[in-house]
């Protein structure tokens, strides 16, 4: 019976299968990988978005829960405005004066239910195009921030064009010199040698000719984007006269006509101005309108036409060009190749609608898609993904590709889906990962061009993590969040799960590792990332007291579950209890028994705070408290000490590696695990279990 040691050197994640790979844990909770040595450290927590130093939570101590957080860039990332919204009231943060505030945007928005998807946030260009499917969609500009000096420049403006510009009014052209001007007509009038000027000119022996003329207009908003024409205005009519008419009628005179021209709504930075040719001539009443000239700003009303028809520009866009916006209720949407797509709301939820090329307010009439049949159910996700844009839907992904406007539209799945849209996340070096009714997918691939040129993919990576899958709840599934940093390399999701109505368990995908673990006690309702990789979440249950946490809050190494407002200052709350179960080890063989000796854990030093351990054999719930150790070196002096920098986390010299021993003494078993549950500064990278096998067999099965 010779001595055997089972050496783990490298530590990976949960697997819930049986029998566990080697390396592998039971239970990894509130841990995270360890910059340095690549094994699992506690040192992770949150704290206030802005540590201001005063007893409160500002300026978000008045805020509930909060739905829905974004943040707007610019200049490559630059720039960062936070958006969020919460009971209704849509805020950006404003802190270019220094100290942080909170604007309101917008109120009396659309409060979702929890089984409803809130409000989405799609960036284009310099806009951040905002929905929720059921207000009015925005465009958010957030530049200049400070608006003291700027009362005529929104930071937002609607979404599309709602409805045609009214038609312009032209005033009656009056050819009688003697008359008094009414107020409605007006008397310009250039010689037939100026060029300028309409009407058709009259020799003095020609007889008298009429001449008509017809406008329409169109608005030109922020993007670039033209709308739907006007109708046509009343028509413009008056007769040149050969020269022996009256004395104050002038011979083969030509006129301007003035235009009232409407102004439309904030977003409007231009009006175009189309005109017929005189519908009088020969060749019949032609009713073509063509460019006539733009007015490039939203304030002037009067304009005068002094244009003849040879000098009009090029036939004005055809009815369909631009059309009435066609997704007024949309709930979701994203930016590819250059097009604003955007869904058609929960009551046109099988069709996608996409924008002309840079211009998310200009939508032609032509330019949409129908997903596929009804059984995969409506949209409920759009990402783009390289040259691809996933749709969603509840039980199928299509994917869309081409370029405007001849878009493909293809099933990749009939499936899988998601209604968990703000899980749909890309993740650098894998693909897109989203949580479904039944566990985590991968995305990857996706045809010539996508990154390296693979095939499409659906891969469910979330099978070591399937009991926690099976415990989500799928009535608020439209509720779960998740966000990649690139800081940490880490993809936290966090949703519901055993009833509950909002998030409050997460599960986290560790990118170098390809490995899972678990978070609990997040309060986490909705994430982002900044332009740093820093993870922000909006709390999940706000101010629900008086000096309660509410607002927006920060995933860091600070081992803190957030702040706690104690009157006189904010102070840090306890660290995080972090649990490690081991697999459950089998040395090889099930049925034969094993005498355990030793666990010996390969960690770094951190001073003098506790490193308890339990141990168990065969399956057991309970468990054998071994005596606990600090995390000394056990052959060298101690180290100095210098007092306590974060909670449970000792200051000293520096960290080495090192080996804690742990005495076990059990009784034969087939299967021997351990667990470490702390709330103080560890980090563990391996470790080793020292054991006898006996020839001991486990006994003969149970007769029935």
């Given at each position: 019976m010779n001595n055997k040691i089972f050496r783990i050197q490298s530590l990976g994640g949960i697997v819930e299968l049986q029998p566990q790979p080697d390396g592998s844990a039971s239970r990894i909770e509130n841990w995270t990988k360890d910059e340095t040595t690549?094994?699992?450290?506690?040192?992770?927590?949150?704290?206030?978005?802005?540590?201001?130093?005063?007893?409160s939570f500002a300026p978000f101590q008045a805020l509930k829960r909060i739905d829905s957080v974004f943040i707007h860039s610019r200049r490559n990332r630059a720039m960062e405005v936070v958006l969020l919204s919460s009971e209704g009231n849509l805020y950006y943060i404003n802190d270019v004066t220094g100290t942080m505030t909170l604007s309101t945007l917008q109120s009396g928005r659309n409060v979702p239910a929890n089984s409803e998807l809130p409000t989405q946030y799609i960036p284009f260009g310099k806009f951040t195009i905002i929905v929720n499917g059921q207000d009015a969609p925005l465009k958010f500009d957030g530049w200049p921030l400070d608006r003291s000096s700027f009362a005529n420049s929104p930071l937002f403006t609607s979404l599309g064009f709602n409805?045609?510009?009214?038609?312009?009014?032209?005033?009656?052209?009056?050819?009688n010199q003697a008359a008094t001007p009414n107020g409605e007509s007006v008397s310009i009038f250039f010689t037939r040698n100026s060029g300028k000027g309409l009407g058709f000119p009259v020799d003095d022996a020609a007889t008298d000719k009429d001449n008509k003329f017809y406008y329409k207009i169109s608005f030109v908003s922020d993007t670039g984007s033209e709308s739907p024409l006007s109708l046509a205005s009343d028509v413009v009519q008056f007769t040149?006269?050969?020269?022996?008419?009256?004395?104050?009628?002038?011979a083969n005179q030509r006129y301007a006509i003035a235009l009232e021209i409407p102004t439309g709504g904030d977003n409007i930075i231009a009006r175009n101005i189309?005109?017929?040719?005189?519908t009088s001539s020969d060749a019949g009443n032609d009713r073509t309108f063509y460019y006539l000239d733009t007015i490039r700003n939203n304030v002037d009303t009067l304009y005068y036409d002094s244009t003849g028809s040879g000098a009009l520009g090029s036939t004005a866009p055809s009815e369909e060009t631009s059309v009435e916006f066609p997704a007024r209720r949309a709930n979701l949407g994203a930016d590819f190749q250059g097009c604003l797509?955007?869904?058609?709301?929960d009551t046109d939820s099988h069709n996608l609608y996409f924008s002309n090329p840079l211009k998310p307010d200009q939508f032609s009439g032509l330019d949409f898609i129908t997903v596929g049949n009804s059984a995969g159910g409506g949209i409920t996700g759009l990402h783009s993904y390289y040259n691809t844009l996933l749709v969603f839907r509840e039980t199928a992904i299509d994917v869309v590709t081409g370029s405007y406007p001849n878009f493909q539209l293809t099933q990749v799945s009939n499936s899988v889906g998601t209604t968990a849209t703000n899980t749909i996340t890309t993740v650098p070096e894998l693909g897109v990962l989203f949580l479904s009714k039944d566990g985590v997918y991968l995305f990857s691939?996706?045809?010539?061009?996508?990154?390296?040129?693979?095939?499409?993919?659906?891969?469910?990576?979330?099978?070591?993590?399937h009991r926690q899958m099976k415990q989500l709840n799928e009535a608020v599934l439209a509720r779960a969040t998740a966000a990649y940093s690139t800081k940490t390399r880490e993809w936290q999701c966090f949703f519901a799960k055993e009833g509950a109505e909002k998030p409050n368990f997460g599960v986290v995908y560790h990118v170098d590792k390809q490995s899972w673990s678990y978070r609990s006690n997040f309060p986490v309702g909705c994430m982002t990332t900044d332009r740093g990789g820093n993870l922000i979440f909006g709390h999940n249950l706000g101010a629900?007291?008086?000096?309660?946490?509410?607002?927006?809050?920060?995933?860091?190494?600070?081992?803190?579950?957030?702040?706690?407002?104690?009157?006189?200052?904010?102070?840090?709350?306890?660290?995080?209890?972090?649990?490690?179960?081991?697999?459950?080890h089998e040395f090889g063989d099930q049925t034969r028994?094993?005498?355990?000796?030793?666990?010996?854990?390969h960690c770094l030093t951190t001073g003098d705070v506790s490193m308890p351990l339990k141990h168990y054999i065969d399956f057991a719930y309970t468990g054998t408290s071994a005596t606990t150790m600090k995390q000394q070196r056990p052959d060298h002096t101690d180290q100095n000490v210098y007092g306590k920098a974060v909670l449970g986390t000792d200051t000293w010299e520096d960290q080495f590696l090192t080996q804690i021993r742990y005495a076990v003494a059990v009784n034969a078993c087939s299967t021997f695990a351990f667990e470490i549950e702390t709330t103080n500064d560890t980090t563990i990278i391996g470790y080793d279990i020292h054991y006898t096998e006996i020839q001991t067999k486990i006994v003969a099965g149970k007769p029935v």
């Open positions: 690549g094994g699992w450290s506690t040192r992770l927590g949150y704290e206030r978005y802005n540590p201001v130093a005063s007893n409805n045609r510009p009214p038609a312009p009014t032209p005033w009656d052209v009056e050819v040149t006269t050969n020269g022996g008419g009256p004395a104050y009628v002038l189309y005109r017929t040719k005189n797509f955007l869904n058609g709301g691939g996706g045809g010539a061009g996508v990154y390296g040129g693979a095939v499409a993919q659906l891969t469910k990576i979330s099978t070591p993590i629900t007291a008086a000096n309660a946490p509410a607002g927006l809050f920060v995933m860091s190494k600070r081992r803190v579950q957030g702040q706690t407002d104690s009157g006189d200052t904010v102070v840090d709350n306890s660290p995080f209890t972090s649990i490690y179960f081991s697999k459950w028994k094993k005498k355990i000796h030793y666990v010996v854990l």
